[in-house]
């Protein structure tokens, strides 16, 4: 694949609305909450919004338009919801190869800080299923019908929708191998978090306060890892 399906962007950010530029409304006004789910565009947040908008002489709708969005000034492009990593791998690449280049890509943003919805650039952070949405892009994969833009939606929750991807083969916990995508949820089995095995007793993740190399545990408070990973790649 030489191209990941292009997405629009630029959505108009409501009540629930989540990702990178929900974190950049919530920076402008001092507000952020980089470890929790305390990132999305919620009442709080949509209350400074409206007496920005009240004191600019904007239509006082609470909600961000593009027209709130350019007086906010935040520095990004109200279509930076679009963001997405290009392939770096030809046609002919192999299983291996591409299973490679998604670690490599995922690896490189260690650091990166915790974004609720977020699937980068670098500076504006990702969650668990943003980086590794963007790492399987590329490693020359595009998991349709899942996207950027749909990962901010309000109840849209990518780490479900790769657990349950048709094209990705599903493995024994106990067999998995490096590249494989760990999954965990609840005792009911309801997906919360995925991160990338990288075959050593160690996975890849963005949890906590920034995204990072992490020892495998079978367990994250109530969440329990998830008796299938799912394989991308061959």
Known sequence: MTSITPVTGGVTIRD??????VYLIRKEFGIDAPTSKGGTYDAATRAKVLAFQQQ?????TGIVDKTTWNALDTG????????QVAPRLPLSATPAQRTATMIEYALSQKGSRYTWGGAGPYELGFDCSGLVLQAIYAAGYDPQPISVVKHAEPTYRTSQQLYAHRNFASIPLEQRRRGDLIFFGSKAGVVHHVAIDLGDGTMMEAYGPTAGVRRYTPQYGSSYVLPYVKRVFG
């Open 16 to 21: 629930g609305w989540n990702g990178t530029r």
């Open 76 to 83: 990004h492009p109200w279509t930076a919801d679009a963001y």
């Open 56 to 60: 600019h002489g904007l239509p006082a």
